[in-house]
Each structure stands twice: as structure tokens, then as C-alpha cells.
């Protein structure tokens, strides 16, 4: 009667532990991408709507740059947390009374500088 399992044995078990996590490891990453690039969607469309109620006061929409800027429209929305994602920049361009376009902009992983957008029409750009 034998004891324990023979080197080939062991290899085996190694050899296909080692080809299931080459299968997975690329499905867990385009899952990853796409559960951040939900999220930065997420914080525009909310971003967005913060816009609107800032517009239906001021008349203007509010531009945006930086974190104490976006904190502005927390009267407005609760914007939870936007100004804590290390993931994504936010910010606004093309504002004046009538229009403003919402981008974010990834900071983070391979994909750095990968842009989502959305303007005052909730039209949505995501390209690459």
C-alpha cells in the first residue's frame, strides 16, 4: 500500500490548476473594466442630474474641475463619494446656459486615459 501521490501525479494537478487560471484570469479583468466603467457611468448620470437642478437655478450649469467643485452639486444630488473614486476623473467642458458635456476620464489600470462622456441631452459617447 502506497503513501501520499507520485511527482507525476502532482504535476498534473499543477499543470491544470495552472490552465484554468490562464482561462479565468482574462474573464475576471474584462469583468473588472466593465464593473468601473459602470460605476463611472453611474457618477455621470448622477453628475448629470446635479446639473440640471444647479441649472434650473442658476440659469447656467456649473463647470466643473476638481473635487471642491463637484462637492458644490451636493446640495443638489447626494453625489456619494464621486470626489473619493480613484479610478476616474470627472469634469465639464463646453458649458454655457444651454449645454455642458460631463467626462470622465480613466486614471487607473491599463486602460489610463479612457474617456466616457455624456451631455446635457443624456447622450451618451463611450468610445475608445
Known amino acids: 500500500m502506497r503513501k501520499g501521490f507520485t511527482l507525476i501525479e502532482l504535476i498534473v ?8 487560471a490562464t482561462l479565468a ?7 473588472v473594466k466593465r464593473a468601473k466603467e459602470g460605476k463611472a457611468k453611474h457618477h455621470l448620470g448622477l453628475i448629470t442630474q446635479a446639473e440640471d437642478l444647479y441649472r434650473n437655478v442658476y440659469d447656467t450649469y456649473l463647470v466643473i474641475g476638481d473635487a471642491p467643485s463637484i462637492n458644490a ?3 443638489y444630488i447626494d453625489l456619494g463619494g464621486i470626489d473619493l473614486d480613484t479610478d476616474w476623473d470627472y469634469y465639464t467642458d463646453n458649458v ?3 449645454t455642458c458635456t460631463v467626462h470622465a476620464v480613466r486614471t ?4 489610463k486615459d479612457e474617456e466616457i462622456t455624456i451631455d446635457q441631452n443624456k447622450q451618451w459617447d463611450d468610445s475608445r
Open 13 to 20: 494537478v499543477v499543470v491544470i490548476v495552472g490552465i484554468l
Open 25 to 31: 484570469l482574462p474573464i475576471y479583468i474584462k469583468s
Open 73 to 75: 452639486l451636493n446640495d
Open 96 to 98: 454655457t446656459a444651454t
Open 108 to 111: 487607473s489600470d491599463l486602460n
